[in-house]
C-alpha cells in the first residue's frame, strides 16, 4: 500500500523568504511523485512531477523538488516565495495504476 | 495542455434532492475520468473511476446507488449525487489522465446540502 505524509498542515512564511514543504511517502513498489497546488475556489494545478531520470525536478512558478528515495521524501522548495504562492500544496504519489493518494495538504502562507 | 470544465462550480440545495455535477474534457479525449471529494482541511480521496461506455469502477465505501456517474461519451462524464443529506457537504472535483501520469483537475465544485 502507497501512503503520503504531509507533516505541516500550516506554514507561515514572509515574503521573498525561502520556504521548504515537506513530503513523505511510503510503497513498496516504484513510484512517480506529485506537488500540486491548489488556489482558492480552485481546482488542482499540477506544479511538478518527478516519474525517472534526473531526482532534482523543476516545476513552474520558480518551485523544484528533490526525491530522496533513501528518505522516502519529496519536499518541495522555492528559494523565494511571493504573495501570490499563497494556496493548499498537495503532495501525490501513484504507481503503475491510476490511482493516486494525496497528502493531507500544506497550507503555505505568505506574509507582507 | 488539456483543459477540463467542471460545472457547476458552486451549489447549494435542500437535503434530499439530487444535484448533478458535469465534467467535460475539452481538448483531448478521455476514457477515463476520476471524481474526488475533499472535506474541509483534509486531502482529496478518490470516490471512482468513470469509464467510458461502462460502469464506474467504486472506492471502497463509497455508495455506488447515491453517487451515480455517468460516462457516456468520451468528453463528458457526470456525478450525480442523489437524496443529498448535509453530511454529503463537501468539494467534488473531477479529473482525467493525460500522458506522462499527469491529471488535469477540473476547478470542482462546492455542494452545500441545507
Known amino acids: 500500500a502507497q501512503s503520503v505524509t504531509q507533516l505541516d498542515s500550516q506554514v507561515p512564511v514572509f515574503e521573498e523568504a525561502p520556504v521548504e514543504l515537506r513530503c513523505n511517502y511510503s510503497s513498496s513498489v516504484s513510484v512517480y511523485l506529485f506537488w500540486y497546488v491548489q488556489y482558492p475556489n480552485q481546482g488542482l494545478q499540477l506544479l511538478l512531477k518527478y516519474l525517472s531520470g534526473s531526482t532534482l525536478v523543476k516545476g513552474i512558478n520558480g518551485f523544484e523538488a528533490e526525491f530522496n528515495k533513501s528518505q522516502t521524501s519529496f519536499h518541495l522548495r522555492k528559494p523565494s516565495v511571493h504573495i501570490s504562492d499563497t494556496a493548499e500544496y498537495f503532495c501525490?504519489?501513484?504507481?503503475?495504476?491510476?490511482?493516486?493518494?494525496f497528502g493531507t495538504g500544506t497550507r503555505l502562507k505568505v506574509l507582507a | 495542455g488539456a483543459v477540463v470544465s467542471q460545472h457547476p462550480s458552486w451549489v447549494i440545495c435542500k437535503s434530499g434532492t439530487s444535484v448533478k455535477i458535469e465534467c467535460r474534457s475539452l481538448?483531448?479525449?478521455?476514457?477515463?475520468m476520476f471524481w474526488y471529494r475533499q472535506f474541509p482541511k483534509q486531502s482529496l480521496m478518490l470516490m471512482a473511476t468513470s469509464n467510458e461506455g461502462s460502469k464506474a469502477t467504486y472506492e471502497q465505501g463509497v455508495e455506488k446507488d447515491k453517487f451515480l456517474i455517468n460516462h457516456a461519451s468520451l468528453t463528458l462524464s457526470t456525478l450525480t449525487v442523489t437524496s443529498a443529506h448535509p453530511e454529503d457537504s463537501s468539494f467534488y472535483i473531477c479529473s482525467t489522465q493525460g500522458t506522462n501520469e499527469k491529471l488535469f483537475f477540473g476547478s470542482g465544485t462546492q455542494l452545500s446540502v441545507l
Open positions: 501525490a504519489v501513484s504507481g503503475r495504476t491510476y490511482k493516486y493518494i
Open positions: 481538448d483531448f479525449q478521455a476514457t477515463t
